[in-house]
């Protein structure tokens, strides 16, 4: 079947579909917007003309084109007025039985050659499109909110869904401007799913006392190029929308420990501490309240006899190197610093402790940072062993190189690198379950919730066999099945040695 889509019919008139409706009038496409409630569709327009005219006022639109975008936007309250569209997209209320009804009287209505989608976040495309006599027309057009500003849109082929039906979906989407990536039917499709680390990693430390809120936000940011730590985006969020999404894909994964829901997230939700919208979530939005500080370390002397050298292979992260300024005379075997009697690794999943007993010696564990020279902050882990003497020398040094220290409780993985393992781990689960292309998941993760970079991108740069190492070592100490590393990663990192010759 071929389709040509000119007309489109935005079932839904409420955040989201407000926003769709926008986006594909914007596009050119002519807009039927219906809505169940009376008034829902008119009072939508009003909200898009009102962002268009700040849009005009900034010069950023012309007057005749935003005339002519609403014009292309018709508004409806008898659902017979889809029936001349060429796609339609349902925005409406998260509830799949609604949904499956509203697409049985749609498949009456619509001609046959009409694409029919929805832009459900969390329910199966397959289980809506079950309802239909024609399944294979259905597929599902994930907007991000806001629709107009938020790149990403995912095309979510159900069981039955035809392949030209996904193809034709992902083009409209890319007629629109949208990086359009194509996933199946799974549980939070790529981004919600693969996204799941980002949080839990940083609800995981604050739980376990490694360092609070308000550090753990900094240092996502400023050593690992984040636009937003997990707990601002968890307030942005709200609470009750980011839980509901954690449960709701831990509840579809059958209780998949991987996707196991923070107990803090819901006490929050059960104090109606929802975030921004309720002025408080993990942070207070009241005028009156005062942003908690960062605890740096205050600072340290070095002692008066100082011998620091540099060893190993860095290349998991090279410009840790260019920070020391010094020259590494044996580029191989483990990765270390000395100074005096102090040695700094990078972290790889063991605890500053674990590796303080190994080697019989003093340990800093230093947290990754996307480029050392360029980050404002280092964010360091030691032994239990240390004297607290051993400890400022290692503070004070990295002080000396113009850094922030951040002192972390002595934590497995510490805090950016383990955030990165288990994004990268989860993406390759994802690949690995033929849920999408690696392509795909990069593109989503950087256009859907702004990644600086795709994990499986991060991944290869940083190295397999350094994601594996870590995610053993994070299993062997917890004994937990969060951290298994995904079988695809175990074949990458096999062919990464490359061929036996
Ligand atoms: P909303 O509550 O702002 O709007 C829903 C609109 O649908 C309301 O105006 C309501 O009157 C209308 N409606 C309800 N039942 C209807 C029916 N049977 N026929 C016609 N109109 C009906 O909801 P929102 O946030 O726009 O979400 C809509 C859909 O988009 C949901 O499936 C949601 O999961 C999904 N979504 C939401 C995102 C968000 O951030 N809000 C992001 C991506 C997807």
């Known amino acids: 079947m071929e389709y040509m889509i000119k007309t489109v019919a935005v079932i839904g008139a409420g955040t989201m579909g407000a926003g769709i409706a926008q986006v594909a009038a914007q596009s050119g496409y002519q807009v039927v917007l219906f809505d169940l409630k009376q008034g829902k569709a008119e009072q939508a327009k009003a909200t898009i003309a009102a962002r268009l005219e700040k849009r005009v006022a900034k010069g950023k639109m012309s007057l005749n084109e935003k005339d002519a975008l609403l014009n292309a936007m018709f508004c409806s309250e008898a659902l017979h007025d889809v029936a001349g569209a060429d796609l339609v997209i349902e925005a409406i209320v998260e509830d799949l039985a609604i949904k499956q009804s509203l697409f049985r009287d749609l498949e009456s209505i619509c001609r046959e050659d009409c694409l029919l989608s929805t832009n459900t976040s969390s329910i199966s495309v397959t289980s809506i499109a079950s309802a239909l006599a024609k399944p294979e027309r259905f597929v599902g057009l994930h907007f991000f909110n806001p629709a107009p500003l938020m790149k990403l849109v995912e095309v979510v082929r159900g069981i039955a869904t035809s392949p030209s039906v996904t193809e034709t979906a992902k083009t409209w989407a890319e007629s629109c401007g949208k990086h359009a990536v194509i996933t199946r039917s799974i549980p939070g499709f790529i981004v919600n799913r693969v996204a799941r680390p980002f949080y839990a990693e940083g609800l995981r430390a604050l739980e376990t006392g490694v360092?609070?809120?308000?550090?753990?936000?900094?240092?996502?940011?400023?050593?690992?190029?984040?636009?937003?730590?997990?707990f601002e985006l968890m307030d942005l969020i709200g609470h009750d929308v980011n839980y509901a999404v954690t449960k709701s894909v831990y509840d579809a994964y059958y209780q998949d420990k991987r996707f196991l829901p923070s107990l803090t997230q819901k006490e929050l939700v059960e104090a109606g501490y929802l975030g921004r919208k309720s002025g408080r979530g993990f942070y207070r939005y009241d005028e009156a309240a005062e942003q908690p500080s960062i605890n740096f370390s205050d600072a340290c002397a070095l002692p008066e006899s100082l011998t620091v050298s540099i060893q190993g292979d860095w290349n998991v992260a090279p410009s840790f190197v260019e920070l020391t300024q010094l020259p590494n005379s044996h580029p191989h075997g483990e990765p270390r610093l000395n100074i005096n009697d102090i040695v700094v690794l990078p972290t790889q999943g063991m605890t500053a402790s674990q590796l303080s007993e190994e080697l019989n010696q003093a340990v800093v564990?230093?947290?990754?940072?996307?480029?050392?020279?360029?980050?404002?902050?280092?964010?360091?882990?030691?032994?239990?062993?240390?004297?607290?003497?051993?400890?400022?020398?290692?503070?004070?040094?990295?002080?000396?190189?113009?850094?922030?220290?951040?002192?972390?409780?002595?934590?497995?993985?510490?805090?950016?690198?383990?955030?990165?393992?288990?994004l990268i781990n989860e993406a390759l689960d994802l690949v690995n379950q033929n849920g999408a292309s690696m392509a795909d998941v990069d593109v989503a993760m950087k256009s859907g919730v702004n990644y600086p970079i795709g994990p499986i991108e991060q991944g290869g740069r940083l190295g397999w066999q350094h994601v594996l190492n870590t995610l053993t070592n994070l299993q062997s100490f917890y004994c937990e099945e969060r951290y298994r590393p995904s079988p695809l990663l175990r074949r990458l990192v096999i062919q990464a040695k490359g061929a036996v010759v």
């Open 211 to 230: 360092a609070q809120v308000q550090d753990i936000d900094h240092i996502i940011k400023k050593s690992g190029q984040f636009n937003m730590g997990p």
């Open 365 to 422: 564990v230093v947290d990754y940072c996307h480029h050392y020279g360029d980050s404002e902050v280092i964010a360091i882990a030691p032994a239990l062993q240390n004297t607290p003497q051993q400890t400022n020398t290692a503070i004070a040094y990295f002080q000396s190189k113009g850094k922030q220290v951040l002192v972390l409780d002595d934590y497995p993985g510490l805090i950016v690198w383990r955030t990165w393992m288990m």
